[in-house]
Protein backbone atom coordinates (compact mmCIF):
# COMPACT_ATOMS: atom_id res chain seq x y z
CA UNK A 1 0.00 0.00 0.00
CA UNK A 2 1.17 3.19 -1.03
CA UNK A 3 2.06 6.12 2.21
CA UNK A 4 -1.06 7.62 3.63
CA UNK A 5 -0.85 11.58 2.04
CA UNK A 6 -0.79 12.69 5.52
CA UNK A 7 0.37 11.13 9.13
CA UNK A 8 0.64 12.13 12.24
CA UNK A 9 2.91 10.34 14.30
CA UNK A 10 3.24 10.74 18.41
CA UNK A 11 2.59 14.40 18.26
CA UNK A 12 2.76 16.58 21.36
CA UNK A 13 2.05 20.14 21.39
CA UNK A 14 0.95 23.11 23.59
CA UNK A 15 0.99 26.86 24.32
CA UNK A 16 4.22 27.51 26.77
CA UNK A 17 3.69 25.42 29.94
CA UNK A 18 -0.01 24.22 28.96
CA UNK A 19 0.50 20.61 27.21
CA UNK A 20 -2.58 20.46 25.06
CA UNK A 21 -1.91 17.38 22.49
CA UNK A 22 -0.71 13.91 24.49
CA UNK A 23 0.65 11.65 21.64
CA UNK A 24 -1.30 12.01 18.65
CA UNK A 25 -0.97 9.39 15.65
CA UNK A 26 -3.42 9.17 12.82
CA UNK A 27 -3.07 8.89 9.32
CA UNK A 28 -5.34 9.98 6.07
CA UNK A 29 -5.04 7.61 3.14
CA UNK A 30 -4.98 9.46 -0.54
CA UNK A 31 -8.25 10.66 -1.64
CA UNK A 32 -10.12 10.41 1.91
CA UNK A 33 -11.62 12.08 4.06
CA UNK A 34 -10.92 11.88 7.63
CA UNK A 35 -13.61 13.30 10.72
CA UNK A 36 -11.84 15.03 13.52
CA UNK A 37 -14.07 14.88 16.26
CA UNK A 38 -14.19 15.92 19.55
CA UNK A 39 -15.79 18.93 22.47
CA UNK A 40 -14.70 21.86 22.77
CA UNK A 41 -11.22 22.68 24.15
CA UNK A 42 -10.32 18.63 22.89
CA UNK A 43 -7.22 20.24 21.40
CA UNK A 44 -8.52 19.78 17.57
CA UNK A 45 -7.98 23.52 16.19
CA UNK A 46 -4.41 22.93 18.05
CA UNK A 47 -4.15 19.91 16.01
CA UNK A 48 -4.51 21.25 13.18
CA UNK A 49 -2.10 24.35 13.90
CA UNK A 50 0.37 21.90 14.98
CA UNK A 51 -0.03 20.53 11.57
CA UNK A 52 0.84 23.28 9.57
CA UNK A 53 3.32 24.62 12.13
CA UNK A 54 1.84 27.69 13.95
CA UNK A 55 2.92 25.76 16.70
CA UNK A 56 6.61 23.92 17.76
CA UNK A 57 6.56 20.47 16.62
CA UNK A 58 8.96 17.87 16.22
CA UNK A 59 10.21 16.82 12.33
CA UNK A 60 8.97 13.09 12.56
CA UNK A 61 5.85 14.29 14.05
CA UNK A 62 4.46 15.16 10.75
CA UNK A 63 4.73 12.97 7.74
CA UNK A 64 3.19 14.24 4.23
CA UNK A 65 3.51 11.29 1.57
CA UNK A 66 5.85 9.77 3.29
CA UNK A 67 8.04 12.34 3.86
CA UNK A 68 8.82 14.45 7.46
CA UNK A 69 7.70 17.63 7.38
CA UNK A 70 7.52 18.63 11.41
CA UNK A 71 10.18 20.77 10.74
CA UNK A 72 8.90 22.98 7.85
CA UNK A 73 6.99 26.86 8.34
CA UNK A 74 3.55 27.32 7.69
CA UNK A 75 4.70 29.65 4.37
CA UNK A 76 6.00 25.67 2.91
CA UNK A 77 2.56 24.16 3.55
CA UNK A 78 0.54 25.87 0.84
CA UNK A 79 3.24 25.22 -1.75
CA UNK A 80 3.60 21.98 -0.85
CA UNK A 81 0.09 21.07 -0.79
CA UNK A 82 -1.48 21.46 2.42
CA UNK A 83 -4.37 24.37 2.30
CA UNK A 84 -6.59 25.12 5.60
CA UNK A 85 -10.35 26.32 5.61
CA UNK A 86 -9.32 28.36 9.31
CA UNK A 87 -12.06 28.61 11.81
CA UNK A 88 -13.76 31.83 11.76
CA UNK A 89 -12.96 31.78 7.82
CA UNK A 90 -10.35 35.32 7.78
CA UNK A 91 -10.94 36.51 4.40
CA UNK A 92 -9.65 39.99 3.93
CA UNK A 93 -12.53 41.69 4.75
CA UNK A 94 -12.33 45.36 1.93
CA UNK A 95 -11.07 42.75 -0.62
CA UNK A 96 -13.95 41.20 -3.16
CA UNK A 97 -14.70 37.82 -4.05
CA UNK A 98 -12.49 37.55 -6.66
CA UNK A 99 -9.79 39.70 -5.33
CA UNK A 100 -9.59 37.47 -1.88
CA UNK A 101 -9.76 34.05 -4.79
CA UNK A 102 -7.36 35.93 -7.03
CA UNK A 103 -4.64 36.27 -3.84
CA UNK A 104 -4.77 32.62 -2.78
CA UNK A 105 -4.65 31.28 -6.59
CA UNK A 106 -1.21 33.32 -6.78
CA UNK A 107 0.02 32.41 -3.49
CA UNK A 108 -0.79 28.28 -4.19
CA UNK A 109 0.36 26.14 -6.88
CA UNK A 110 -0.83 25.86 -10.29
CA UNK A 111 -4.03 22.90 -11.12
CA UNK A 112 -7.41 22.39 -12.37
CA UNK A 113 -9.22 24.50 -9.79
CA UNK A 114 -9.15 28.14 -11.09
CA UNK A 115 -11.57 30.50 -10.29
CA UNK A 116 -13.90 29.60 -12.61
CA UNK A 117 -14.30 26.42 -11.58
CA UNK A 118 -14.99 27.56 -8.15
CA UNK A 119 -17.34 29.91 -9.54
CA UNK A 120 -19.01 26.37 -11.07
CA UNK A 121 -18.89 24.93 -7.80
CA UNK A 122 -20.61 27.93 -5.82
CA UNK A 123 -22.72 29.73 -8.51
CA UNK A 124 -23.86 32.34 -6.00
CA UNK A 125 -19.72 33.55 -6.00
CA UNK A 126 -19.80 34.50 -9.78
CA UNK A 127 -22.70 36.79 -8.85
CA UNK A 128 -20.95 38.61 -6.29
CA UNK A 129 -17.58 38.09 -7.46
CA UNK A 130 -17.22 42.53 -6.97
CA UNK A 131 -18.51 42.45 -3.99
CA UNK A 132 -16.87 43.05 -0.91
CA UNK A 133 -16.21 39.83 1.38
CA UNK A 134 -17.96 41.38 4.47
CA UNK A 135 -21.01 41.94 2.31
CA UNK A 136 -21.60 38.14 2.06
CA UNK A 137 -23.91 36.26 4.18
CA UNK A 138 -21.96 34.15 6.85
CA UNK A 139 -22.54 30.79 4.28
CA UNK A 140 -21.10 32.87 1.43
CA UNK A 141 -17.95 33.81 3.32
CA UNK A 142 -17.74 30.38 4.22
CA UNK A 143 -17.55 29.33 0.18
CA UNK A 144 -15.24 31.85 -0.57
CA UNK A 145 -13.09 30.42 2.77
CA UNK A 146 -13.51 26.75 0.36
CA UNK A 147 -12.34 28.30 -2.60
CA UNK A 148 -9.56 30.21 -1.58
CA UNK A 149 -7.92 26.81 0.02
CA UNK A 150 -9.11 25.26 -4.08
CA UNK A 151 -7.99 27.65 -6.11
CA UNK A 152 -3.82 27.00 -4.31
CA UNK A 153 -4.18 23.65 -6.02
CA UNK A 154 -3.83 21.62 -2.75
CA UNK A 155 -3.80 17.92 -2.24
CA UNK A 156 -4.85 18.00 1.39
CA UNK A 157 -7.53 20.30 2.70
CA UNK A 158 -7.89 20.97 6.90
CA UNK A 159 -11.62 22.36 7.17
CA UNK A 160 -11.94 23.83 11.01
CA UNK A 161 -15.40 23.83 11.72
CA UNK A 162 -17.03 24.76 8.24
CA UNK A 163 -20.88 24.94 9.50
CA UNK A 164 -20.04 27.39 13.08
CA UNK A 165 -22.69 29.91 12.64
CA UNK A 166 -24.35 28.77 9.70
CA UNK A 167 -28.21 27.95 9.56
CA UNK A 168 -28.30 23.98 9.15
CA UNK A 169 -29.91 24.65 5.11
CA UNK A 170 -26.91 26.92 4.77
CA UNK A 171 -24.45 24.11 6.47
CA UNK A 172 -25.87 21.49 4.01
CA UNK A 173 -25.41 23.75 1.12
CA UNK A 174 -21.91 24.42 2.21
CA UNK A 175 -20.99 20.51 2.44
CA UNK A 176 -23.30 19.62 -1.05
CA UNK A 177 -19.94 20.82 -2.30
CA UNK A 178 -17.52 18.05 -0.30
CA UNK A 179 -18.00 15.06 -3.08
CA UNK A 180 -17.01 17.45 -6.18
CA UNK A 181 -13.59 18.22 -3.82
CA UNK A 182 -13.13 14.97 -2.87
CA UNK A 183 -13.83 13.86 -6.60
CA UNK A 184 -10.99 16.13 -7.87
CA UNK A 185 -8.60 14.72 -5.74
CA UNK A 186 -8.39 16.31 -2.79
CA UNK A 187 -7.87 14.16 0.57
CA UNK A 188 -9.57 16.46 3.71
CA UNK A 189 -9.49 16.17 7.48
CA UNK A 190 -13.18 17.75 8.55
CA UNK A 191 -13.52 19.22 12.32
CA UNK A 192 -17.11 18.89 12.75
CA UNK A 193 -19.24 19.05 15.80
CA UNK A 194 -22.48 17.24 14.53
CA UNK A 195 -21.56 13.51 14.89
CA UNK A 196 -24.15 12.74 12.17
CA UNK A 197 -23.01 14.76 9.60
CA UNK A 198 -19.18 13.49 10.11
CA UNK A 199 -20.57 9.75 9.78
CA UNK A 200 -22.30 10.69 6.61
CA UNK A 201 -19.04 11.88 5.10
CA UNK A 202 -16.08 10.55 6.67
CA UNK A 203 -14.25 7.66 5.80
CA UNK A 204 -11.93 7.26 8.62
CA UNK A 205 -13.01 9.22 12.45
CA UNK A 206 -10.90 10.21 15.25
CA UNK A 207 -12.04 11.60 18.35
CA UNK A 208 -9.74 13.45 20.59
CA UNK A 209 -10.69 14.22 24.44
CA UNK A 210 -8.10 16.39 26.55
CA UNK A 211 -5.77 15.82 24.11
CA UNK A 212 -5.69 12.68 23.28
CA UNK A 213 -7.01 10.18 20.81
CA UNK A 214 -9.63 7.91 21.98
CA UNK A 215 -11.40 6.75 19.53
CA UNK A 216 -10.20 6.22 15.84
CA UNK A 217 -10.50 3.80 12.56
CA UNK A 218 -13.15 3.49 10.08
CA UNK A 219 -15.82 5.31 10.38
CA UNK A 220 -18.19 2.13 9.75
CA UNK A 221 -16.56 0.32 12.55
CA UNK A 222 -18.32 2.51 15.14
CA UNK A 223 -21.75 3.13 16.20
CA UNK A 224 -23.32 6.27 17.09
CA UNK A 225 -23.33 5.65 20.60
CA UNK A 226 -19.58 4.44 20.55
CA UNK A 227 -18.74 7.89 19.20
CA UNK A 228 -20.60 9.71 21.41
CA UNK A 229 -19.28 8.67 24.56
CA UNK A 230 -15.93 8.64 23.25
CA UNK A 231 -16.73 12.46 22.42
CA UNK A 232 -18.29 13.07 25.98
CA UNK A 233 -15.19 10.99 27.41
CA UNK A 234 -17.86 9.07 29.98
P1 LIG B 1 -13.11 24.33 19.91
O1 LIG B 1 -14.13 23.41 19.36
O2 LIG B 1 -13.61 25.13 21.08
O3 LIG B 1 -12.39 25.16 18.89
P2 LIG B 1 -10.78 22.61 20.02
O4 LIG B 1 -10.99 21.15 20.12
O5 LIG B 1 -10.41 23.18 18.70
O6 LIG B 1 -12.04 23.36 20.61
P3 LIG B 1 -8.42 23.90 20.95
O7 LIG B 1 -8.86 25.28 20.54
O8 LIG B 1 -7.41 23.22 20.13
O9 LIG B 1 -9.68 22.96 21.09
O10 LIG B 1 -7.94 23.99 22.44
C1 LIG B 1 -7.27 22.93 23.13
C2 LIG B 1 -6.77 23.42 24.47
O11 LIG B 1 -5.75 24.40 24.24
C3 LIG B 1 -7.85 24.10 25.31
O12 LIG B 1 -7.60 23.77 26.68
C4 LIG B 1 -7.62 25.57 25.08
O13 LIG B 1 -8.02 26.34 26.20
C5 LIG B 1 -6.11 25.64 24.88
N1 LIG B 1 -5.71 26.73 23.98
C6 LIG B 1 -6.18 26.95 22.72
N2 LIG B 1 -5.58 28.03 22.17
C7 LIG B 1 -4.72 28.49 23.09
C8 LIG B 1 -3.80 29.59 23.14
N3 LIG B 1 -3.63 30.41 22.10
N4 LIG B 1 -3.09 29.76 24.26
C9 LIG B 1 -3.23 28.93 25.32
N5 LIG B 1 -4.06 27.88 25.35
C10 LIG B 1 -4.81 27.67 24.27
Keep these: MSDPILAVHGLSAGYGDFQALFDVSFALEEGGLLGLVGANGAGKSTLF ?51 NLQLAAERGRKGDWTLRRVYDLFPI ?51 AAMPEILKSGVSAIVVEQDIERVRAIADTLVCLNEGRVVLSGPTRDFTKAQITTAYFGE
Design 49 to 99: KAILGQLPRKRDMVHFRGQPIGHLKTEVMLRLGIAQVPEGRRLFPSLSVEE
Design 125 to 175: LREKRMARSMSLSGGQQQMVAIGRALVANPAVILFDEISLGLAPIVVSDVY
